[in-house]
């Protein structure tokens, strides 16, 4: 059993600490935020994740999990410190925001009064561990006290990360003291996982290139999904076949309306700006972001292309969240869908399993008109007299929606499956205009005016439209 002190309850912090404290260890997690903390003593957890509220309560009543608002209460006895705050991107050019691992390391140095080792958990820029080390020994309010720094990346999936934890591809760690490092990985030992020791700027390196590396993989897939819809080929069946190839894989070849979240977005940028810093020209990391914008854009573009204009229409939405399994709307590609199509005159119906409340507040701070929001109960109410439904989110309940009933409930049959979660023939059989990314189905979209049947593909059962 070792002693552990997590800094920060945020995504990261929160996982890591119940997971450290679900194999043994005594953990207190500390956080500045007295209401988060409070409300972490009462069991309610600030963020959505399968299977963490369950560990969080086994732990907090086992008297392994503590939560405070005291680094000296954290840091006492604690063998092993880990930072865990949030680096948000800092400036326009993509650099990542330093200052709460900065706030972070200098309490650390305050209260620290023995020897620990302090691990850099939060995703930060390569040189983050000499930035660290150099404010806790400035900051130091004993002399005799040592410490050494030890980098530690998490490669937490939103949605599955207690799995991730528990069984992780790999631990990575860097640091300029081996020795710190070993006793690092003796916490790790209990995974039976592989372990990548090196030193710290490797280590920092290997979390942003992985990143930029699955991110470049998602917009790789969408860029050869518009060709397929030119070309008529269906990129499922392309990626299928391309995952067949040991050397590509299958992960991450979903083709769809690109990748949102805290990580890949905030990580490619930040990258993408080191890169610049150090005088090199990061081409292929500035085409991965223009590509993965523009997948948010094409969902507008084949709305209009089929309803001509929005003005007037109602457009339901099924996803929030920026991926299934999590309430997270940071980066989500829900926001500028729904600005985009709320700014052009649509009033938008809306579900999410579990981001209603995040959902809501999050278009609001992004400036969406929320009089043309409405938040519905169900799926099948945001189907609704609605003149297009549009699918962002693969929340697996969507998947086994009864089509036949929503279709009834629109005004037109219009379905533009974002995630391609559904079979177009499936879809034209049941009567629906459908369009997902990159199936390659039927010819270009037709404009389909209110009480036009005309315009439907052959393919599909011919339907009496109201007027919009």
Known sequence: MSIICVIGTGYVGLVTGTCLADMGNQVTCVDIVQEKIERLKQGILPIYEPGLEEMVERNVQAGRLHFTTSYAEGLDSSEFVFIAVNTPTGNTQGGADMRYVEAAARSIAEELDHYAVIINKSTVPVGSGDFVSRVIQNNLKRADVSFSVVSNPEFLREGSAVLDFQKPDRVVLGSSDPEAAHRVAKLYLPLRAPFVITDLYTAEMIKYASNAFLATKISFINEIAQ???????????????????????????????????SCFPKDVRALAHMADEAGLHPQMLHAVMEINYDQRRLIVDKLTNILGTLRHCTVGVLGLAFKANTDDMREAPAVDIIRWITAQGAQVQVYDPVAKETGREALAREGVNMELVTFCENAYDVANNADALVIITEWNEFKSLNMQRIRGAMRRPVLIDGRNIYEPSEMNRCGFIYRGIGRGTGPAPTVLPPGDTTSILEQQVPLTLEEA
């Open 227 to 261: 060709i397929c819809e030119r070309l008529g080929a269906d990129v499922k069946e392309v990626a299928a076949g391309m995952g067949y190839d040991k050397r590509i894989g299958s992960a991450f070849l979903d083709a769809g309306i690109g990748y949102g979240g």
